[in-house]
């Protein structure tokens, strides 16, 4: 003895008219009414959101730029273990490069605005 079930399909094609059938999917359409829920906002909180907050200020890029350089002339003074000569070779010579790569680096980004200003689209009439 198996069960038999009936789908909701199948009793409106029981009607025998096609009135039937658009009127129950109508009913159907209007009774499975979905309600989006949006998930949950998190906020964060502690550390990740202080420095977040710095790294967004205009605070940021002087105090970085000064404990960077506090850092390079620790290790300096380290590597040259108090011997002043080693110490301003070491100094002189990264200096040198950052100088370098800082002329590099602006000569790539002038050219890379002259190219943007330059290719500005023309009206043709």
Known sequence: MAKTTRSRSGSSTRGGSKKGASKSS?????????TAKSAPVQ???????????????????????????????????????????MFFKILGVEILIAVV?????TL???KRAGSDSSSSPVDEV
Do not use: C, H, M, Q
């Not at 105090?63 to 003074?77: E, P, T």
């Not at 790569?101 to 680096?105: E, H, K, P, Y």
């Open 26 to 34: 109508a009913r159907s359409n209007t009774s499975r009414k979905t």
């Open 43 to 85: 906020t964060e909180s502690g550390f990740s959101s202080l420095f977040n907050r710095f790294a967004s200020s205009k605070a940021a890029t002087p105090l970085i730029f000064l404990a960077s350089v506090i850092l390079i002339v620790g290790i300096d003074l380290l590597v040259s273990w108090n011997k002043y000569e």
């Open 101 to 105: 790569i800082w002329i590099i680096l």
């Open 108 to 110: 790539v980004f002038s």
